[in-house]
């Protein structure tokens, strides 16, 4: 479980203190997928960038397992906002790169990297460059790559937000269907509430100015969820009436 208690994130602007996240509680439960929304520059990023270790609270704690997030550790997958591979290595070693530095031997680096390319269906294109694939596959590329680390948590920083919607929905489908056999717990960050509900077990909606947790809504939908039911878009428009609101 991930515990976040009483975060408060300050940055110094041009010499003032400006609040970005305020009193922010939550717990996230081990194999719970959840889908934190708000608008742009409430502090979504800065959230998931605290939870991986990769930047501090002002004040309050984060745990994980009752220990305190330190540092980023293989342990929670990091998926960027922006496309984050590395131009110079090709889709199979951008994928066992993290096993290189875990000193696994070669064979079952290779295997391994394989079982996940084959996963999110990028088999055939182990011996591409980044800059030969489309968004879709880099972020399919970018998923394996932390997936093939076999990370407790998954931290995703709105990975789909770049694609076509056809792109996205399928990327959607292929995530719950992995995060069904991979059991894996994730923090899912995008400003899109039908994104939000397809995927989420629980939705958490953030303010804007400071960030601070507004509502949080169970989705009891069952999965595959229809995006035209009647109660996936009652649901839709009950949380952008929260994300409209002034805070
Ligand atoms: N390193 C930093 N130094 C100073 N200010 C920062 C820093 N990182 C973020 N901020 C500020 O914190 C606020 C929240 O930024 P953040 O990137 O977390 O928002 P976001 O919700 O992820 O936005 P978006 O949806 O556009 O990605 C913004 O006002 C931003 O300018
Ligand atoms: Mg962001």
Redesign the pocket.
């Known amino acids: 479980m991930i515990t976040l208690e009483n975060i408060t994130k300050s940055?110094?602007?041009e010499g003032q203190d400006?609040v970005?996240l305020q009193d922010i509680n939550l717990d996230v439960n081990k194999g719970e997928f959840l889908c934190i929304v708000?608008?742009?520059?409430?502090?979504?990023?800065?959230?998931l960038r605290m939870i991986a270790g990769l930047?501090f609270p002002t004040s309050g704690r984060i745990l994980e397992e009752d220990v305190e997030i330190s540092h980023p550790s293989i342990e929670r997958g990091y998926v960027f906002?922006q496309y984050s591979l590395f131009p110079w290595l090709n889709v199979l070693e951008n994928v066992t790169f993290g096993l290189e530095l875990k000193e696994m031997k070669e064979d079952e680096r290779l295997q391994k990297a394989r079982e996940y390319l084959k996963m999110v269906g990028l088999s055939q294109a182990e011996t591409s460059y980044p800059r030969e694939l489309s968004g879709g596959m880099k972020q399919r590329v970018a998923i394996a790559r932390s997936l093939v680390n076999d990370p407790h948590v998954l931290l995703m920083?709105?990975p789909f937000s770049a694609l076509d919607v056809q792109t996205r929905h399928k990327l959607q489908e292929e995530l719950v269907r992995i995060w069904k056999e991979e059991q894996k717990t994730i923090i899912f960050?995008t400003?899109n509430v039908d994104e939000a509900i397809f995927l989420a077990d629980r939705v958490v909606v953030?303010s804007r100015n400071p960030?601070k947790v507004i509502k949080s809504f169970q989705v009891k939908l069952e999965r595959l969820r229809d995006r035209s039911s009647s109660q996936f878009l009652e649901l839709k428009k009950e949380i952008t009436s929260f994300l409209d609101y002034e805070w």
């Open positions: 940055f110094n602007h400006q970005v708000g608008p742009s520059g409430c502090g979504k990023t800065t959230l930047d906002q920083d709105e960050v400003h953030l960030g």
